[in-house]
């Protein structure tokens, strides 16, 4: 398909580094969880709405990569599925924010709120609408859904490196 032909190499890229971090995301919760049981158990729904939805998020992104590799054979199919993909993960962001608003274990902060539910979310609107005007205009659709992947990548890393160094500095008060 012409259409999806020049994002061979921005597939490849973003999809291979969405896989990396999902391994190394498990290596630091891995980590991370060599703590106290009482303390695993008093975190355990901050984990469900900080930990998890970043592999959730590289997730997306190496599955937004595979689709764009794959030999479709008309391109309202790829729409469909990335508008039933965004559709999805907006609802999930939605039940993100309310573990995050229900869990107990820390107080979230203004940094949190954004890359924790209004990005992702962003992300995951820019990917449903891509679903719909991808069909008449290829190119924005196209953009729109490089634009979401890059923004779940870098909101994935950003909320990794925000975990690990919480958890750092903060055990290391204790």
Known sequence: MPELTEWGNFYVIVG?????LIGLQFVVMTLISERTPARVARTADAGAAFGTPNVVHFGIVLLLSAIGSM???GFGY????WGIIGVAAMAYTVLVLRRMRTQRAYKPVFEDWLFH???PFV???MLTVSGFIARSH???GLFFVGAATLLLLFVGIH???DAVTYHIY???KE
């Open 16 to 20: 291979s580094a969405g896989g990396a």
């Open 71 to 73: 030999p479709w054979r």
């Open 78 to 81: 790829v729409c469909l599925v």
């Open 117 to 119: 539910a209004l990005l």
């Open 123 to 125: 992300a995951y609107v």
């Open 138 to 140: 290829a190119r924005r």
């Open 159 to 161: 909320n990794a490196w």
């Open 170 to 172: 903060h055990h290391s």
